[in-house]
Nanobody, 121 residues
Framework: VQLQASGGGLVQAGGSLRLSCAASGRSLRTYGMGWFRQAPGKQRELVAGITSGGSTNYADSVKGRFTISRNNAANTVYLQMNSLKSEDTAVYYC????????????????WGQGTLVTVSS
């Protein structure tokens, strides 16, 4: 399985970005999917996850601002990010979970290469 993340860039605070994660190699229809981020000098954190059935979870810091979704037909997962803040600046990674679990400690099997999001204040 290969995951290709895209959509990062430079945006002003208060703006929006939409990240995409396209999978190839196999269908991820039954997989849990997640978006992680890692800021300089900080640990990687789970931002949002979505199960194969569409249930979601979010980090407290992004609740109400970010939305994760998936299009199984397109084998793609999205992260819509609104009301961006400077503290959202990080490299964002998508990952898949064959177990279906989407908690931070779930076994995340495959990772995308990361896409940089920079929010200017």
């Amino acid at each position: 399985v290969q995951l290709q993340a895209s959509g990062g860039g430079l945006v002003q605070a208060g703006g929006s970005l939409r990240l995409s994660c396209a999978a190839s190699g196999r269908s991820l229809r039954t997989y849990g999917m997640g978006w992680f981020r890692q800021a300089p000098g900080k640990q990687r954190e789970l931002v949002a996850g979505i199960t194969s059935g569409g249930s979601t979870n979010y980090a407290d810091s992004v609740k109400g601002r970010f939305t994760i979704s998936r299009n199984n037909a397109a084998n793609t997962v999205y992260l819509q990010m609104n009301s961006l803040k400077s503290e959202d600046t990080a490299v964002y990674y998508c990952a898949s979970s064959s177990s279906g679990y989407i908690e931070n400690m779930a076994p995340w099997d495959y990772w995308g290469q990361g896409t940089l999001v920079t929010v200017s204040s």
